[in-house]
């Protein structure tokens, strides 16, 4: 699987989005980005995916370039529960594994 | 509808010493995944069965962990015996056999692990 860089924190305050950027140079054709995120001490949550075009659920939206080389999520207003590490991966959607990174840890604030 | 469960919670053990974790999947998934994951890293994917059969066991330590899936459903994790490295949060996690590329997999609280 392409290997994905993130920055490793970012902070934002509540009610302003949050736009987390994650680069993905090496992305094949047929690989998916996906973003989970983890909150502390809990184990992670999946909250969105996409392949090639713009995605949209109820946690968040997903903008991945025409090029496919790197994607953004967008917490569009965030909140204090928030605050979690972000982890962006790519995936080929066999049956092959999720590799995450250290991914970006967010810090909303008052 | 439920969702992953894990025992125990935390667990603290001596070197050498020997430790299981199990792990009860969300009910209908066919995929259960074992990570391990040190602090301040992301998960790593330790094993991955589908159904009773194991799809990835690439990065298990096979000297020491073993995984079994009896029946497809629950599933424990043995570390025998234990070294101070195996110091981490344990997460069992689960998914539905998704197509088109979709694979969200649905984790549980994990069990956290010091080896003294």
């Known amino acids: 699987d392409a290997k994905t860089t993130q920055p490793t924190s970012m902070d934002c305050a509540e009610g302003r989005a949050a736009n987390l950027p994650c680069n993905h140079s090496?992305?094949?054709?047929?690989?998916?980005v996906y973003w989970y995120r983890q909150i502390h001490s809990q184990g992670p949550q999946y909250i969105i995916h996409?392949?090639?075009n713009n995605e949209t659920n109820e946690m968040a939206s997903l903008i991945i370039t025409e090029d496919r080389k790197s994607s953004t999520l967008i917490l569009p207003h965030a909140t204090l529960r928030d605050t979690a590490v972000y982890y962006c991966?790519?995936?080929?959607?066999?049956?092959?594994?999720?590799?995450f990174g250290t991914g970006t840890r967010l810090q909303v604030t008052l | 509808e439920a969702g992953v469960a894990q025992s125990p919670r935390y667990k603290i053990i001596e070197k050498r010493q020997s430790v299981a974790f199990w792990c009860n999947p969300i009910?209908?998934?066919?995929?259960l995944y074992w990570y391990q994951q040190i602090l301040g890293q992301g998960p790593k994917l330790l094993i991955q069965?589908?159904?009773?059969?194991?799809?990835?066991d690439s990065q298990l330590p096979k000297d020491r962990f073993s995984a079994e899936r009896l029946k497809g459903v629950d599933s424990t994790l043995k570390i025998q015996p234990a070294k101070l490295e195996d110091s981490a949060v344990y997460l069992c996690?689960?998914?539905?056999?998704?197509?088109?590329?979709?694979?969200?997999?649905?984790f549980g609280p994990g069990t956290r692990l010091t080896v003294l």
């Open positions: 009910s209908g998934h066919a995929t």
């Open positions: 991966i790519v995936y080929t959607g066999t049956a092959s594994k999720l590799t």
């Open positions: 996690a689960s998914s539905s056999l998704g197509g088109g590329g979709y694979n969200e997999q649905f």
């Open positions: 996409g392949l090639k």
């Open positions: 090496t992305i094949s054709g047929n690989e998916y």
């Open positions: 069965f589908q159904n009773n059969g194991v799809v990835d």
